[in-house]
């Protein structure tokens, strides 16, 4: 793989939890801009901006749906943030089955944010466009990054697979699996 | 295809544990639209008006309004109606929050609650999975900690839940039903306890219709934007301000008698602000609205809980404090799931009766010397119905006839049973009266907010007002500049805006848009977001419904009667409606009456406050005309209203 210096423009919504005051308006703008035909509905269920609520806790984290994992973490940290308790799961934006979270009602397939990419692109997300109180807001800037050759998800998972068992064991697990049928 | 609406409503029989979900009639939301409105018409349908509050025929209803879980900005309104225990009467209230919209994503405009369980349980709603499942790990628990521990149980922090507290499981009249930052008061908790229903959780995933998505979803967004940018004329203004001078020089304290002229100043201005800013851990708001009208509060050694409008001083007021006393005890009686308006007054109400001798220390065993400690002792008493509490349980009316020797001089600040905000001012004012008199809900605060309390003195400036008043019809534009400082309306004037008050609120009970953004919010500054000319379009886009102004004047009107001749059905009469004597100092009994004769007639009713035939058929409520006939309650020969001579009908 050749490292080759890139620019690559990053888009990066930022998180204020102190401002926010719980409206739900960011999941509501979420799950219409995403539905068919665009804002034909609303609906939080759809949203892949999600709003974790413990209001006697004063918790009140957005998170953005981010990937699939198949199985839950083994372990969360919980961190005390102003003596408040936070689990780990709070920021946490993978669809994981220990939670409802990011999958679509009806199916149950994963959801994922893709900053509301449109055409003409929109000045912002549509999350952070109706969060008046700006608990969020965006900015783009750009980076050099190194040019990396991407992954496809299934090469994603193979190459995990193929690091935690080594690559003979695998050959021989898909072929005895195979022959199962 | 439904729009906006879910067009079903789940119907729960407590005393069989049965449970079914039932298809609604289109026809009757294009009558009423929903919430209170439909909620009026299935109680005057399904309860007779010998039905006792406790009985298991009684319902408790909790109706979403029409617009729901549509984009319509501040629309998470959730009325829950029933026959309160206290009045006898309709039992209205409304929450905001998350509960109502998560309800109609599961599935459902309406929960239909009747008979009794044989013990305590809870309702859980899952979208179509929907459950009763006990509920005596969570008896005496807090209804805010209900919720939490709920949430827990069922592993899902998604869910929305309403509770009651040890208020409500004991019957106390004056129990709330507590949701997140939001609560149901004026003696809806008590039903509910009395159904031992100790909560209500509910999840929903599913997609609400809307007859035309994309107009309406850029016409919110741009309300949207109006609501944020317009601090002076949206959400509860009171909820941010420091200062309180309205509240502490105009209303009254303790037992609504006393006056605390200059009470309020620059240093106690500091000393409050930094009190509040001490305790509050957050400003929120409610679904999908830009506003943060409640404070999350966390008071040393008590569990969090919010507060809107008035509701911190309340407390404070009532037993003579400051206000650290009134975040102290709210940690108290919002887990016990207590209304901030009423419960003050009895409590204050019970320590005047002590100092009068009335209570003694018999009653009252080790009852402290000062009012604070006193509050919290009677706190005590009363959510566990204990001693002179079972008494102060039933509410300051019923209270004071049940402990008699002279206790029912003490109740002075009551209107049809039920305790009012503690106003008592110098001259009569008719709209006012008017509006105390006649309302169906039992507090002003859901009747007033359209046209504003004061005249504008400068000539200019109130030209500038009236110029961008958009929310008011005409004729109220020229009473506006008419109106001089201390000079009373003339009658039509004060009936008009009677009505027009009242309206509002009856089209935002019916759609669930918050009163601080509609009904309630016009008589500061004039322009709030929503109002009788622009909600019609709204309410088109969402449900495909043809409708304007006059239409949708024309169903407030309707669910205004509904609820009136629900009321009559349970002897409501003209003698009821009056004010506390002392509520004015100066008064004028004949004109009031004239004031009140003239805002019947211009309602269509009778004498008696009683709608008559013609106004019941013009609005399509021939059923109910049909009904009064039957039962002797209008003859069926009565002409126009002016003409009645509704005293030899009654008597008959
Ligand atoms: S829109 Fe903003 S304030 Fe509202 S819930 Fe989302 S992040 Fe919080
Ligand atoms: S204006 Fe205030 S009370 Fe009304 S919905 Fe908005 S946040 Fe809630």
Redesign the pocket.
Known sequence: MKDQLEKKKVKRIKINLDKCVGCRACEIACSAFHATPKYSSINPARSRIRMVIDELNDEYVPIRARDYTKAECDGRHVYTINEKEYSECSFCGAVCPARNLFKEPDSGLPLKCDMCVDDPPLKEPLCVQVCKVEALTYEEYEEEVKEEVKLGEMEIGLQSLVDKHGLQKLVDTVARMSQKG | MRYAETGYNLEIDLTRGNIERVETDPRLTELHLGGQGTAAKILWDRVPPETDPFSPDNLLIFSTGLLLSTPVP?A?RTAVNTISPQTGLYSHSLF?GFFGPELKHAGYDKIIIRGKSPSLVYLYINNDKVELRDASHLQGKGALETGALIKKELKDQEVQVVAIGLAGENRVYSATIEHHNSSASRGVGVIMGDKKLKAIAVRGTKDINIARPAELFELCNNMYQYIHDNPHY???IMAHEDDEEFHVDNFAWGNARTRVKGFWNKEREEKWKAISDKVRVRWT??YN?P????QAIKYPGRHTYFT?CYSKLTYAMAAFKELDFDYDILGVTQEYGLDGFSTPQILAFAVELYEAGILTDQDLPGFPTDTGERFFYLVEKLVRREGVGDALANGVYWAARQIGKGAEEYDHNSIKKFEQVPLKLGMINYPYFLMYATGEKMNITQIEGSYPQIPIADLEERKKFVDNWEAAPERFKKWFMEWEPRQHPTIEASVNICDWNETMHYVDDAIGT?A??SSFRGQFGGRPAYHIYNLPKFISLATGMELDTDELWKIAARNRNLIRAFNIRRGLRRVDEAPPANHWKIRDPEKEQQTLDAYYEFKGWNKEGIPTKETLDKLGLDYVSEDFVQRGILTGNEGAPSKETSAETEKN
Not at chain 2, 291 to 294: A, G, L, N, T
């Open positions: 501040g998470n905001g949206t959400g509860d708001g409610c609205c506003k943060d009208c409640h809107k918050c601080w953004l």
